[in-house]
């Protein structure tokens, strides 16, 4: 019988051209990728020895029989631990760390590999897996068992990544099976014609699978400066919290590196990337420096700690003297350091941390640094809490809604309220809007929360029927991410049309900030809203850019002044003038004029005196639920029956 070996040779030379790859592009040291290591250097003996014996074996009569017998042996030892160490990579794949909770699986599950592995060695003695003679080489009785434990490895492998539940992702699920069916096949097809060598084929193919699928160390590079990237960085982190290995992470923000782009062009700052990188592997840490993004550094230390040196060896790093081009260029840079003390419970909370910690640095000024305290963290829980209550809320589609009535001066009466979305946080209480709506427009769920404020309002406006307590309409703000959305208009109309009000009854609320961000949409958006019946008031003017030319050519009715300009004006005469002149100036040109912030009787008589159109603020009522509102309409202008919304 002559062993057909050309598939294990070719296997053989591409297996040892992907290990010198690997060790020439450095890997990302962690436990998946040891075992990826371990696995094809496990792969790569097996096919040596497998080589080796079949030629050994097609040459009987001239090769030693003790030699070829050794080698054959040598070989089955590697057949026997080759489908344990793929099934052990599998489980590592699915958790990324090797956890001490596995520790019996994996003991328990060597047993087959370690008895096959004890049954190969006492063959010298008993030839029940395999002997050679003048004729040539033979199976014994147990040699099947090489078949059937790989076979069952390979169930293992896919009952642990297709029934267990793991953290194994669609993707790697698909991989594993690949590669399962993939050796399966060749198990099977040398099963039946044993003169193909052919399975450690089959295993070098799934091995390659894997390189370019989850092991290829470009994956895990900056191609630029090669520094492990984001993406290594949440890999590692993740492996040390799993593992309570203490940590370290120090994050260097560069300050105002756009100048050095702008100076320098993208080559000269692109080598400047470069050299800190190179400066920061030799002096801070060889095998642990990521580029986070752009010009945001991250430094991971395990082990031992070293607290605040760190902080200062990067310091020396980023403030020495640079040079480009023979020219001498300053570098600055704010630092972060998370203390091996504090662990973080997830990636997720990790980069939250990070991003907290790099904004607040940033506000203190270039060269900063920042270390992560209680503080910081009950700021962050804060924020956590937040979110989770907004979620919590979009997700049930119901958003509190309190309401503050408007009074107007010419009637005498309140005729219109502004609806205010409030948010009752668990542990904290109501938390300000200004909080929350900031929080909503970062994670992307401010859309939402506006589209359920204004159900709420709608809802309220016709199920109370507020014109009959003679409510004109009820103020809705809208935020900036809102008011870039091309469908506004679309979406707002919808909602009216659907609770039958009209379109008269909703007012919207812009601030200067968000008619400055979104102008050519929001235009569009106001013109369409405008033609439809709907109304826009300018929100906190006062506070932002406050430029009334740029005001006046947007389609704005009311001009609402900001609390701030408003108290102002009562505690400085100068101020005073100011108001008054700028509400006379937005009513020659047509516009109503509201006040906010009114808190006495001298407020109200000063702006009455003033010219002011309507009047908003805690003299007259604070921002109250449906009900109270409701009732407060009833004592103060009463309820008209029969009156008509239209």
Request: glycine share 6%; aromatic share 12%.
């Amino acid at each position: 019988m002559t062993y057909n070996v050309d598939y294990e040779i070719c296997a053989l030379v591409f297996l040892l051209l992907l290990m010198l790859s690997l060790l020439v592009i450095k890997h990302i040291n962690d436990s998946q990728s040891k075992a990826y290591l371990i696995l094809l250097c496990v792969t790569i003996f097996d096919l040596i020895f497998d080589i080796a014996g079949s030629i050994m074996i097609n040459n009987c009569e001239y090769a030693p029989r003790g030699l070829n017998f050794a080698t054959n042996t040598i070989f089955l030892l590697m057949q026997s631990i080759l489908p344990y160490f793929l099934m052990v990579y599998v489980v590592i794949l699915g958790s990324t760390y090797y956890s001490s909770k596995k520790k019996i699986f994996y003991i328990v599950s060597a047993i087959p590999a370690g008895f096959m592995a004890i049954l190969t060695i006492v063959n010298i003695f008993v030839t029940t897996v395999f002997y050679i003679d003048d004729k040539g080489y033979h199976y014994g009785k147990f040699h099947s068992l090489f078949y059937i434990f790989s076979v069952l490895y390979m169930i293992l492998s896919l009952g642990y990544t297709f029934v267990i539940p793991n953290n194994i992702r669609r993707r790697k699920k698909m991989i594993v099976l690949a590669m399962v069916v993939m050796i399966f096949i060749a198990v099977a097809v040398q099963f039946m014609w044993p003169t193909y060598n052919i399975t450690g084929a089959g295993v070098a193919l799934s091995l390659f699978i894997l390189y370019l699928t989850v092991e290829n160390p470009a994956a895990y590079r900056d191609p630029l400066t090669m520094a492990l990237n984001r993406t290594a960085f949440l890999h590692k982190t993740d492996e040390l919290r799993r593992t309570g290995t203490k940590m370290e992470v120090y994050t260097l923000a560069l300050d105002n590196f756009k100048m050095v782009n702008e100076v320098y062009g993208m080559e000269g700052g692109d080598k400047v990337l470069e050299m800190l990188v190179r400066d920061l592997k030799r002096k801070v840490s060889k095998n642990d420096v990521y580029r986070y993004s752009g010009d945001i550094f991250a430094i991971v230390l395990s082990g031992k700690a070293v607290g605040s040196r760190g902080v200062r060896d990067i310091q020396k790093i980023v403030e020495q003297q640079w040079e480009l081009k023979g020219i001498e260029l300053d570098l600055s840079g704010c630092i972060c350091h998370i203390p091996a003390e504090y662990k973080i419970d997830s990636p997720k909370n990790l980069i939250r941390s990070m991003d907290h910690m790099i904004a607040e640095a940033k506000k203190k000024g270039k060269g900063s640094v920042v270390e992560l305290d209680d503080a910081m963290i009950e700021t962050m829980k804060r924020r956590s809490d937040i979110e989770q209550a907004l979620m919590a809320a979009v997700e049930t589609g119901v958003f509190e809604v309190y309401y503050q009535v408007i009074y107007d001066s010419a009637r005498d009466s309140f005729h219109s309220m502004e609806a205010l979305a409030r948010l009752n946080v668990p542990g904290y209480g109501y938390v300000s809007p200004e909080e929350f709506i900031r929080i909503a427009e970062q994670n992307g769920l401010i859309t939402k929360i506006g589209m359920l404020v204004l159900e709420e309002v709608c809802r309220t406006v016709k199920e109370e029927k507020l014109w009959e307590y003679g409510i004109d309409y009820v103020e809705v703000n809208l935020s900036v991410v809102q008011c870039m959305r091309e469908t506004l208009d679309v979406e707002i109309m919808d909602i009216i049309r659907r609770f039958g009000i009209p379109n008269k009854m909703i007012n919207l609320e812009i601030t200067e900030s968000a008619a400055a961000y979104s102008e050519k949409t929001l235009v569009q958006n106001m013109e369409r809203l405008r033609k439809a019946g709907i109304e826009f008031s300018l929100d906190d003017y006062g506070t932002g850019y406050s430029n009334i030319n740029y005001v006046a050519e947007l389609p704005f009715s009311i001009i609402k002044i900001d609390k701030f300009f408003v108290w102002s004006a009562f505690k400085d005469e100068k101020m005073r003038k100011v108001l008054k002149n700028t509400i006379e100036t937005f009513k020659n040109i047509n516009f109503k004029v509201l006040a906010e912030g009114a808190e006495d009787n001298i407020m109200v008589e000063g702006l009455k005196e003033m010219g002011i159109d309507f009047i908003q603020g805690y003299y007259y009522s604070k921002p109250v639920p449906r009900k109270q509102m409701v009732e407060f309409l009833r004592k103060a202008n009463g309820k008209k029956d029969g009156i008509s919304a239209d």
